[in-house]
């Protein structure tokens, strides 16, 4: 490439839309598919009524979602649209009127069914970023921009609330659902761990693989005091047989010499068996009936959350985690071998980048459950009072409103996190531009974690290598290079497993591959 | 004025409610405060027995007006015991160690005995004892009964903060539904059939009839009985049985409680008795302690004390009216919970498990022990630190033209900061003209300050007839002169040369202005450092600083014994310029160079310019400045020989060694020789002749200064590819398995060594290259070889080769697997994959070069930025642990309890500053020795007189050495 061509894509790199490009990108798609993801996950919304005898239970139901453009509404009732430089000026929120369809369902204890009421009501406001595909001035000219008042090389990417401008950083977490294997230390011995963080629907949960100084495997996840052994979790998933379990961890002859060690020192032989020890630790004390039902509930919700899906049934899933975590044993086992290098926490390929649309997901989860718990109480006292139960009188919109503004405004962002949000920086054109691109590593400033701050030879391209504050936050706070492109989550994973189910891929439940009757259960 | 008491020491302890009661001024009733006229209510919370803080009213205790009462406790009488919050822990380990029925210590004597002995062991050693009461406690708490008068006792359980339980078990209520389910057979147990009562009663030796009894419920078995049944039927009839020990109960027990006893827990009777724990009477803190501040608008405001107390008052009046009402036991338990959470959160509003009593507006109260807690608590915000008066802070800003002892200070901070200034006869005119100046203009004053102790403000309207007034006798605080002492001070103060004292030097604009020679000592550069200055405001303060903390006074450092300030950066390539090649100067340039230097009169020319004209040397023009006695010989680090002979140098380059801060051999020898103020003189002539210098000569420095010839370029090239060369060559042999390790390193270890070796190499060899194509007049050679700043080494980077990049001391490893960036192979080995910059700054990095730059770069920036704070809070420790030790008189370092750290300070009485900066000759006695001489003695005679006198010895033996005859003092000394 010439001089020319370089510069030719570098304006193109540099232009109006690129510069805040991966906020718009992930907030449009949170404002497209995201806030429908978040009602759908919950659903419904369940209430006490129905508990005394002789009442009918009542509950919610949430439908579709539907956020309009910003507006406001002024003091006389009127609403109209709200611009950018107006919110601005008038110290007002950049927000836009959210609905939401609801339906109050009554009975299905011995009455039928009864929809109450079923209404499309406005649940909240939810602050537009300027310059995304719902703010009043997109795909705006510069002439009409100049017009009604707003900047036209203004980059966007931001947030207005009570006037002030907020940018969401863009946070830096480690890959979840990846398994990451590493030397540790405990009680002076090195040992080794495969770790994953498991995330589904904003619940993350740690999962531990550690080989122990006497080659023993645990597995260590939530709600799980201490460690369990790894032979009899996986034969609590399902996976019972000696052979099997080796064969499902590794076929190398040194592998299965340690795995044979482990299958020594089991202490249970069957799957039932293995609940029940399960049980005991996890319920210990209690009720026989009670362990076996914490035992399974524990599985299935706590370990491993990310294997499961929509419409697949929880039997199904089981088997697949016991198969993770053989792949886990698996890495571990190589590690002690020796056969593989730990893994690079700072390699890039490592990281994932949390956006604002992200961020924001995260916000709307529990803004909503919040509100559903509002509608919950709502209900239940106008049904005490024997009033007539509408969508309208039990939604307060101030519930949602007030869960999405406060956090944009202040920074403390759900799950403790503080400064998510950020002032512009507005010294400069340059100071917004760079604030825009900027990337804040979760990692504590005052520990010195010095191989997270380096340069890594993985940033090539996507990270500038110069551009980072001197001080305590130095390396840990970043900035996109230049020709930084931001690639997206799928937007249908379905899709993409049936898709790697017709190339040959089996076991992915949920989906037929092309014919798992006749291959083989191994390769 | 009150003479300052010393105090002796300290004692903790409890306090007796009587105390508490014999010390009040007043008991407080009334919830109130003021009454409508604002006049407070008698026996209410700001009865003015209590302290006064209205300017005018007069203390009822006291009778002293606001501002001398320091203030008086009252007290409450509180309707019902509560307990203390400070004590909950120690109020558990009571009750857990003593007997609930006699209240003695369940040990046995003899137990009891070996735990005090423990703990007067420990306490002689001087070792912590809390580990012995610890023990006691767990010994104690395993009696089941108490050993002395043999009641059960119960555990005890603890509810934060303040609530105690007594746990027992007792038998269940639903014992009998328990004991038949027991004897049921078991249904999936075939073996099982049960069991008959009659079985039961045979097996337990009860009655049937009993047995009977207890099944249908109308027999309790309790002791010996449950547990038969217990056993028989492997069931347990127990529950827990949680009995509430309300604070009067355990006050009660508490009394019981020997004195004895409690010596064993590590409480001292005569001090405390453990009752007291528990308040029967809260004391009042005086109004002083409490102050309300009336708002704007005329509506008083509370302190946060104060509504604490109203909450305990209106509560204990309630409980009080309830009780004698005969409430019921509920609503008297709950009025009794109240008033303990008043009470606790009185002491401490932040208990865990407590939520925080709250004002109005919703902000947690700051009752008393927030009051003393943390960073801005009593002791750390306002004992160990406060708010300093009379000092000032701005930007710092350069001046040559100051003396490095002075600073130049603001008009505005001069008009803040005052100097009291005593009237006399002889200064009165001077005194009046400063308040006739008033506030505004400069040098004016702030106060005057009249013989009967009125201090009068000093404004623009009173001025003038204020001045006539002024009299001797009179104090007036004027404005800061110049000459007057300050205290300079820039943090982070890591050494005793962060704080020392300038002369002021009034100046317009707004920054405090400093001498560039101060800098190192400070280590203030300009890029926007702030400095404090804090002005003395007593006559000894005054005189110390002048005499100890002067500049001058420090131009030697403690720390490496040699001078810390000295010439800097341009002063040194000036003096360089000037002496190196000893160039020529017209008289007109003679005299323009030392324009700024204090010397005015030429010395005689050096020689004469072909054309007749006189010229003087760079060399003589320097000498000028030093004194003309000084001999000094010593070799710069240019590498010449500098030689100064009778204050005149001879040879040799004047260069860092010579004049630089850290060590400049003249101003070394110059402080230690001659006198801090011949070598203040000196320091400020040399930088203002050194910039005159540089100035003469033109100093600038370009890209092109680094540029070299062509075949230069070629040179470095091939100079790198026979590295590559042999790198390859390495590898070569490291691949086929030939490569030898080195001792204690592995295979792969030594290669990189290796490697990292040659690369040094040629970045030398490039560095070698491009230094001799550089000409001596290079500016950026001037400054390397003159040690003004910079090194050959950045020399080489910016014209040869930059090298080799590392990270954490190894070439850059890290990145994608098995090869750095994706732009190699797999496990390439080579130079260029693993951070080798072979081109020069001047030249140009290559993209990935760049890169690889920047990894190294990022270590650096890390490095300082963790260093910082670690540092800090090293020196933080350091100072905290030595603060207290002192050097005494006879020479001994001691902490404040007299304990000996140092026999001799530094184990050898020596300072750094009075010895020899040179190690090879340490002190130069001779040469001391013929100065003394001829300070002493004018003629050589009498210094040879002096020589020449033999002093008999005195501590010989009359048998040895020379006769009686000659030796006349023998018998005076014999005692030795």
Redesign the interface.
Same mark, same amino acid.
């Given at each position: 490439m010439n001089r020319q061509d370089r510069r030719a894509v570098s304006r193109q790199y540099f232009s109006q839309e690129r510069l805040a490009e991966h906020h718009f990108r992930s907030f449009n798609n949170f404002l497209e598919r995201g806030m429908q993801e978040v009602v759908s996950e919950k659903a419904t919304i369940e209430t006490d009524i129905g508990d005394k005898e002789g009442e009918e239970p009542v509950y919610v139901e949430l439908g579709d979602i539907r956020v309009e453009t910003p507006r406001v509404r002024e003091a006389d009732g009127s609403e109209e649209l709200l611009f950018p430089q107006e919110a601005r000026l008038r110290n007002i929120t950049y927000a836009a009127p959210v609905f939401m369809e609801m339906s109050i369902i009554r009975g299905g204890e011995e009455e039928e069914e009864v929809v109450v009421d079923t209404t499309e009501t406005k649940v909240g406001r939810m602050p537009i970023m300027v310059g995304s595909t719902k703010c009043n001035i997109h795909n705006l000219s510069d002439e009409e921009l100049v017009e009604i008042g707003e900047d036209p090389v203004d980059p966007g990417g931001y947030f207005i609330v009570n006037g002030s401008e907020r940018v969401l950083m863009t946070s830096e977490d480690l890959a979840p659902n990846k398994i990451l294997a590493e030397y540790d230390t405990k009680y002076g011995d090195e040992i080794q761990v495969a770790k994953t963080f498991s995330q589904r629907r904003g619940y993350r949960a740690l999962v531990l693989c550690e080989r122990n100084r006497e080659g023993i495997l645990e597995v260590s996840f939530p709600s799980v005091s201490g460690s369990v052994e790894f032979v009899t979790l996986v034969r609590a998933l399902g996976l019972e047989s000696d052979e099997e379990i080796v064969h499902r961890v590794s076929d190398d002859p040194e592998i299965v010499k340690f795995m044979l060690e482990n299958l020594e020192e089991a202490e249970v032989q069957t799957e039932a068996e293995a609940i029940e020890t399960l049980g005991k630790r996890v319920a210990g004390g209690q009720g026989k009936n009670y362990q076996l039902k914490r035992a399974n509930y524990v599985i299935d919700r706590y370990l491993l959350p990310h294997l499961h899906e929509d419409g697949v049934e929880e039997e199904e899933v089981r088997i697949n985690k016991a198969f993770y975590l053989c792949r886990m044993a698996e890495a571990c086992f190589e590690l002690a071998l020796q056969r593989r290098d730990s893994d690079?926490k @700072? &390699?890039y390929a490592n990281k994932r980048l949390k956006v604002s649309g992200d961020l924001m997901k995260d916000l709307f989860r529990t803004a909503l459950n919040k509100l559903a718990r509002d509608v919950k109480y709502q209900l239940e006292r106008a049904n005490m009072r024997n009033r007539q139960l509408t969508v309208n009188t039990v939604v307060r919109s101030d519930v949602l409103t007030e869960r999405l503004e406060h956090p944009i405004a202040t920074g403390n962002w759900v799950g403790g996190r503080s400064g998510v949000s950020q002032l512009v920086d507005r010294t400069d054109y340059m100071g917004v531009l760079s604030h825009l691109r900027r990337l804040r590593s979760p990692l504590s400033r $005052?520990q010195?974690h010095?191989e997270a701050? @380096?340069? &890594?030879?993985?940033q090539?391209g996507r990270i500038c290598? $110069?551009e980072?504050p001197?001080?305590?936050n130095?390396?840990l706070v970043k900035n996109f290079a230049q020709a930084m492109e931001l690639s997206q989550n799928i937007e249908d994973e379905q899709a993409l497993k049936r898709e790697l189910a017709s190339m040959g891929v089996e076991g992915i439940p949920g989906i037929e591959g092309p014919d798992p009757t006749n291959t083989p259960a191994d390769d | 004025m009150q003479t300052p008491k010393e105090i002796g020491a300290i004692q903790f302890g409890l306090m007796d409610p009587e105390t508490y009661r014999d010390m009040s001024a007043t008991k407080v009733i009334t919830a109130d405060t003021y009454d409508d006229d604002g006049y407070p209510i008698d026996m209410g919370l700001m009865d003015p027995r209590l302290g006064v803080i209205d300017p005018g009213l007069q203390c009822r205790t006291c009778g002293s007006h606001s501002g001398s009462c320091n203030g008086h406790f009252g007290h409450i009488e509180l309707a019902a015991p509560v307990i203390h919050v400070g004590f909950t822990k120690l109020i558990r380990r009571l009750l857990r160690s003593t007997c609930r029925e006699c209240g003695r210590l369940s040990l046995t004597d003899e137990e009891s005995e070996e735990f005090r002995d423990g703990l007067t062991r420990t306490e002689e050693l001087g070792e912590d004892w809390t580990d012995v009461l610890k023990s006691a406690v767990r010994q104690a708490r395993k009696a089941n009964n108490c050993p002395h008068c043999g009641a059960p006792q119960h555990d005890i359980k603890h509810e934060k903060p303040t609530t105690y339980y007594e746990v027992q078990d007792v038998l269940a209520g639903d014992y009998s539904e328990r004991i038949a389910s027991a004897m049921q057979p078991d249904e999936d147990d075939e073996d099982d059939a049960g069991m008959a009562p009659s079985t039961l009663a045979d097996q337990t030796g009860i009655e049937l009839q009993r047995v009977n009894q207890i099944l249908s419920g109308e027999f309790r078995p309790v002791g010996d009985d449950r547990k038969k049944l217990e056993k028989a039927l492997d069931v347990d009839l127990t529950e827990e049985d949680m009995n509430k020990l309300m604070p009067s109960d355990i006050r009660d027990w508490f009394e019981d409680i020997p004195n004895e006893d409690i010596v064993t827990l590590g409480i001292d009777p005569n001090r405390a008795r453990p009752e007291w724990m528990i308040l029967t009477v809260l004391p009042v803190p005086p109004v002083t302690a409490r102050p309300s501040i009336t708002l704007d608008n005329g509506q008083r405001s509370e302190d946060d004390l104060t509504h604490k107390l109203v909450d305990i008052i209106r509560i204990n009046q309630r409980f009080m009216e309830n009780r004698e009402a005969g409430a019921p036991q509920l609503i008297i338990e709950d009025l009794w919970e109240l008033l303990q959470y008043h009470v606790t959160t009185f002491i401490d509003n932040e208990i865990s498990g407590t939520p925080p009593a709250r004002h109005r507006s919703g902000r947690p109260l700051k009752t008393l022990s927030q009051r003393l807690k943390g960073k801005e608590g009593r002791f750390r915000g306002s004992l160990s630190g406060k708010r300093v008066n009379f000092s000032a802070r701005t930007v710092i800003s350069p001046d040559p033209t100051l003396s490095l002892n002075e600073v130049g200070v603001p008009e505005r901070v001069a008009r803040e900061m005052t100097q009291t200034m005593n009237v006399t006869e002889r200064n009165l005119e001077r005194a009046q003209q400063y308040v006739r100046n008033g506030p505004e203009g400069h040098p004016g004053a702030n106060y005057v300050k009249r013989p009967d102790g009125r201090r009068l403000k000093v404004t623009e309207k009173n001025c003038e007839e204020l001045a006539d007034k002024v009299e001797p006798a009179w104090e007036v605080n004027r404005h800061l002169i110049d000459g007057d002492i300050v205290i300079f001070n820039r943090q982070p103060s890591l050494h005793r040369m962060s704080i020392m004292a300038h002369e002021v030097v009034v100046m317009p604009y707004k920054t405090f202005r400093l001498n560039t020679v101060v800098c190192p000592p400070y280590n203030a550069d300009f890029d926007g450092d702030e400095m404090n200055m804090h002005a003395l405001q007593t006559e000894e303060a005054r005189a110390e600083a002048r005499v100890l903390m002067r500049v001058q006074e420090q131009i030697l450092s403690p720390r490496f014994g040699q001078n810390i300030i000295g010439a800097i950066q341009d002063h040194i390539s000036g003096t360089y310029l000037l002496t190196n090649g000893n160039p020529h100067f017209s008289e007109t340039q003679a005299l323009d160079l030392l324009r700024a230097t204090s010397i005015d009169t030429l010395p005689e020319p050096a020689g004469e310019e072909e054309d007749g004209r006189p010229y003087w040397t760079g060399r003589q023009l320097f000498s000028e400045l030093l004194p003309d006695d000084l001999n000094l010989e010593f070799s710069s680090s240019t590498g010449d020989d500098v030689v100064i002979r009778d204050g005149q140098l001879v040879e040799g380059t004047i260069d860092e060694d010579a004049v630089g801060a850290f060590g400049g051999e003249v101003v070394d020898t110059l402080a230690k020789v001659y006198s801090k103020t011949r070598s203040r003189v000196f320091i400020n002539e040399v930088a203002s002749l050194a910039m005159r210098a540089i100035m003469h000569f033109g100093f600038s420095i370009g890209i092109d200064d680094e540029s070299i010839p062509e075949e230069a370029n070629e040179q470095v090239d091939e100079a790198i590819q026979s590295a590559y060369d042999r790198v390859q060559e390495l590898i070569e042999i490291y691949e086929a398995g030939e490569l030898e390790s080195l001792p204690g390193r592995t295979v792969d270890e030594t290669l990189e060594m290796k490697i990292m070796q040659q690369l040094g190499k040629a970045r030398d060899s490039a560095g070698e290259i491009a230094d001799d194509h550089f000409t001596d007049e290079n500016p950026a050679v001037v400054m390397a070889r003159s040690g003004a700043r910079g090194s050959m080494l950045n020399l080489t980077q910016m014209a040869g080769c930059v090298g080799q990049q590392a990270v954490r001391g190894e070439r850059i490893n890290r990145g994608y697997e098995g090869r750095t960036l994706s732009h190699y192979q797999r496990e390439d080995l080579s130079a260029e994959a693993h951070g080798f910059v072979e081109n020069s700054y001047r030249g140009g990095l290559t993209p990935r070069e760049f890169f690889f730059h920047a990894m190294g770069g990022r270590e650096g920036l890390v490095d300082t930025a963790v260093r910082t704070s670690k540092s800090g809070y090293l020196q933080r420790r350091l100072i905290n642990a030595l603060s207290e030790l002192e050097a005494q008189y006879d020479g001994t370092v001691r902490d404040t309890s007299g304990t000996i750290v140092q026999f001799e300070f530094g184990e050898d009485g020596t300072s750094p500053v009075k010895v020899s900066s040179n190690e090879k000759d340490g002190i130069d006695v001779e040469n001391i020795a013929d100065r003394v001489m001829d300070a002493e003695f004018t003629s050589d005679e009498e210094k040879e007189r002096f020589l020449g006198r033999r002093e008999p010895p005195t501590n010989l033996s009359e048998y040895a050495g020379p006769g009686l005859d000659k030796a006349q003092s023998t018998e005076v000394e014999s005692d030795d």
């Open positions: 690079d @700072d &390699h $005052s010195p010095f701050r @380096d340069l &890594h030879a993985t090539w290598p $110069s980072t001197e001080g305590p130095c390396g | -």
